[in-house]
C-alpha cells in the first residue's frame, strides 16, 4: 500500500474508525480537539452540520462509533464521544447566528413531510436553505416522533429536544399539528413537488398466547410510553415484568419505577450476550433496582376472576450460541402489570396499494438504499419508515440523502446522481518538534458519568438522571483521545534507513524489513500484527535497499516522535478531513472548522 495515497479509502477507512462508524458521519477527533481547547460553540456546529441533534444525540445514542474507538485497544475502554457531544451542546453559546441563512425569495417548490420525527426534521433542515417550502404533517400536537413519545424526559429532558427541533422549525417549516395523514392519494392531490414520509415503526409487536385479551392490564411497549409522555399514565401496580430485553424494555422498566412500580422484572428469552438493549441501558436499570432474568420464555398470561395475576414462563437452557434450547422447569412470575417490548413494526394502512408504490412481502415500501425514493418517482422514505427500527443518527442520515434526492428531482437532476465525498490531507507540522494538536499519550481513564442520587431521581417523572461531565472530567476524557485523523504519513524518496524513527517510536509499531506476504510479513515486524482487521501501512521500496516501511496502524498511538525525530523529514503528521456533500452544497464550498 501506498503510504502517502490519500485518495486510498481503505486505508482511511481502517484508521478513522469512529469517523466511518457512524452512519451519520462527523469529524470527531477534530470536535473533540475543539472542547479541549474551549471552543464548545465551534464543536457544537461542526457536530451539527452531520448529526443535526448533537445535544439530543448526546444523551440518546445507541453509540455506533464508541466500539471502533481505537482507545478501546489500549485499555478497554472507547473514547467518551457520545457525552463529549454532550458537553459542547450543554456549554455552547448562542447559535442563532451561525445557523443556515433563510432566503426571502422561495425557489417555489413546497415539499411535504409526513411526520415529524428526526428524519422528516433533517430533510426539512437541509432544504429550507435551499429555498424550499416544506410543510410537515404531525398526528399529535407537539412534534419529534419517537424521540419525544419513546424516550423518557428522565433521559431526554423537554427543553432540550425542544431547542433542537426549534432550530429546524425556525427556519420558517409550516408545521400542521393534530394532522394524521389517511391517504397518500389525498396526500397526492395537493399538488406537492415530492413527499417525504418519515413515520416511523409506530406499532409495538404483540404477544399472542393465552390470556392476552383477558384484561386491560397488558400493554404494548412504544404506546404506554406515549401514554406517559402525553400524561395519560402515572401510575403502574407494584408488581410490573417487562418481556423483552431492547433498549425499549430499558426504558418501560426505569419509567415502571417512577410511577409506583416495587418489584419489577425484565424478561429475557437468551442469556445476556445476546441482549438487545445497550450495556450503559442495563446499568442503569439495574442501578435502579431493576431484576434481569434470562432465559425465560412466556408461555401465558395467568387470568383469575377477570384479573390479571402474573405470568407461566418455561425456564429454557441453551447453547452456546443460543440458537437451540431445551426446557428445564416452568415457574409462575405474579404480576400486576405486564408491558410488551418484543420490538417494533411498520404500519401503512394509509398508503393505498393501487398508486405505483410497490410493497415487498413484509408489507414494506421498497425503498432504493441510496436515494431513498420508492419505486414511485418523487416519494421517499427515511428513519424507520424506510427498513424497519434503527436510531435516531440513522433517522438524520437517511434525511440528509433523502434531502439530496428531493433537491436533484425538484431540480430535474436523476436522483441516482450523488456528489462526490471530499478527503483532505493538512499538514500539523508548527515547527522543528511543534504540532498543532495534543500529542501526548495520556493514561486516564475512561471517565464515569454522574447520576442524579437514588432517592431523589424517583420524585418526578422528568428529573434527568445523568448530570453530565464536570469540567474536570471533560479535560481527562478528551485527552484520551488518540487523534486517529492524524496520520503519520511518510515519503519514501527521503528516507535514509537511518532507524531513528524505529528507535524511538514507543510502541514499537514501524519496522524496515524486505517486503513479502501479508500472512508473512506481519510475523516478522518489530511487534508481531495480529489484529488482521487493521490493515498494515506499507510504503514503496526505500532508495537504499529496496526494503520497505512497516507500520501497524493498530499500536500506533500517534505521538508524532518519528516526525520529529526523522533527519530528512519523511515523516509528517497529517490531518485527515471526510468532506461529505449535502443537498446543494458540494464540498468545494464548506467552510471546515479547524483546531
Not at 238 to 249: S, Y
Not at 341 to 357: L, Y
Amino acid at each position: 500500500m501506498n503510504a502517502t495515497d490519500v485518495n486510498n479509502p481503505n486505508y482511511f477507512h481502517k484508521v478513522v474508525d469512529c469517523q466511518w462508524a457512524c452512519p451519520a458521519h462527523t469529524n470527531v477527533p477534530e470536535y473533540i480537539r475543539l472542547i479541549a481547547q474551549g471552543r464548545y460553540t465551534d464543536a457544537y456546529m461542526l457536530n451539527r452540520e452531520s448529526n443535526v441533534f448533537p445535544a439530543i444525540l448526546g444523551r440518546t445514542c445507541d453509540r455506533p462509533c464508541e466500539p471502533a474507538c481505537r482507545r478501546g485497544r489500549v485499555d478497554g475502554k472507547p473514547v467518551a464521544i457520545c457525552r463529549l457531544k454532550r458537553v459542547a451542546a450543554d456549554l455552547r453559546d448562542d447559535i442563532t447566528d451561525r445557523l443556515p441563512k433563510i432566503p426571502s425569495q422561495k425557489n417555489g417548490k413546497r415539499i411535504a413531510c409526513v411526520g415529524a420525527g428526526p428524519a422528516s426534521l433533517t430533510v426539512a433542515n437541509d432544504l429550507m436553505p435551499l429555498g424550499y417550502e416544506v410543510v410537515m404533517f404531525e398526528k399529535y400536537d407537539r412534534p419529534g416522533g419517537l424521540m419525544r413519545t419513546n424516550i423518557p424526559a428522565f433521559r431526554l429532558p423537554e427543553s432540550v429536544l425542544m431547542d433542537e427541533i426549534n432550530q429546524i422549525l425556525d427556519m420558517g417549516v409550516e408545521i400542521r399539528y393534530n394532522s394524521d395523514i389517511t391517504s397518500m392519494k389525498a396526500l397526492l392531490a395537493q399538488g406537492f413537488d415530492a413527499i417525504f414520509v418519515g413515520t416511523g415503526a409506530p406499532r409495538g409487536k404483540e404477544l399472542d398466547i393465552p390470556g392476552r385479551h383477558d384484561t386491560d392490564r397488558i400493554h404494548i411497549g412504544i404506546d404506554w410510553l406515549e401514554s406517559i409522555a402525553f400524561g395519560h399514565t402515572d401510575s403502574v401496580g407494584e408488581k410490573v415484568l417487562i418481556i423483552g430485553v431492547g433498549n425499549t424494555a430499558m426504558d418501560c422498566c426505569r419509567s415502571s419505577c417512577r410511577l409506583g412500580g416495587k418489584d419489577i422484572k425484565v424478561m429475557a428469552r437468551r442469556p445476556r450476550g445476546f441482549f438487545k438493549a445497550s450495556p450503559w441501558e442495563l446499568e442503569d436499570a439495574e442501578e435502579e433496582g431493576v431484576e434481569i432474568l434470562i432465559n425465560h420464555a412466556p408461555i401465558r398470561f395467568v387470568i383469575e376472576n377477570g384479573k390479571l395475576i402474573g405470568m407461566d414462563f418455561e425456564r429454557l437452557e441453551w447453547d452456546a450460541q443460543a440458537k437451540k434450547s431445551k426446557t428445564i422447569d416452568t415457574v409462575f412470575l405474579p404480576a400486576d402489570d405486564v408491558i410488551l417490548a418484543i420490538g417494533q413494526e411498520n404500519s401503512f394502512p394509509w398508503i393505498e396499494r393501487d398508486i405505483g408504490i410497490e410493497f415487498d412481502k413484509w408489507d414494506m415500501p421498497v425503498v432504493d438504499e441510496k436515494t431513498m425514493q420508492c419505486s414511485r418517482d418523487g416519494i421517499f422514505f427515511g428513519g424507520d419508515a424506510a427498513w424497519g427500527p434503527k436510531n435516531i443518527i440513522w433517522a438524520a442520515e437517511h434525511g440528509h440523502q433523502a434531502a439530496i434526492s428531493i433537491h436533484n428531482y425538484c431540480q430535474g437532476v436523476p436522483v441516482t446522481e450523488r456528489l462526490p465525498q471530499g478527503t483532505n490531507l493538512i499538514s500539523q507540522k508548527m515547527g522543528i518538534s511543534e504540532w498543532s494538536y495534543h500529542n501526548d499519550y495520556n493514561p486516564s481513564k475512561r471517565q464515569k458519568m454522574q447520576h442524579v442520587d437514588l432517592t431523589r431521581r424517583f420524585q418526578q417523572m422528568n428529573i434527568e438522571v445523568e448530570l453530565g461531565f464536570s469540567a474536570e472530567q471533560t479535560a481527562r476524557e478528551v485527552l484520551r483521545c488518540m487523534n486517529c485523523d492524524i496520520q503519520t504519513v511518510f515519503t519514501p524518496p527521503r528516507c535514509i534507513e537511518c532507524d531513528a524513527c524505529i528507535d524511538i517510536c514507543p510502541v514499537q509499531c514501524l519496522t524496515i524489513t524486505r517486503n513479502g506476504e501479508e500472512d508473512d510479513l506481519r510475523h516478522r515486524l518489530s511487534a508481531p500484527a495480529i489484529n488482521l482487521t487493521q490493515d498494515l501501512y506499507v510504503s514503496d521500496p526505500l532508495p537504499q535497499t529496496a526494503r520497505i516501511m512497516a507500520k501497524d496502524e493498530d499500536l500506533c498511538v500517534h505521538c508524532g516522535l518519528c516526525a520529529e525525530r526523522c533527519p530528512t523529514a519523511a515523516w509528517d503528521m497529517q490531518k485527515f478531513e471526510l468532506l461529505i456533500p449535502y443537498a446543494g452544497r458540494p464540498v468545494d464550498t464548506q467552510v471546515c472548522v479547524t483546531a
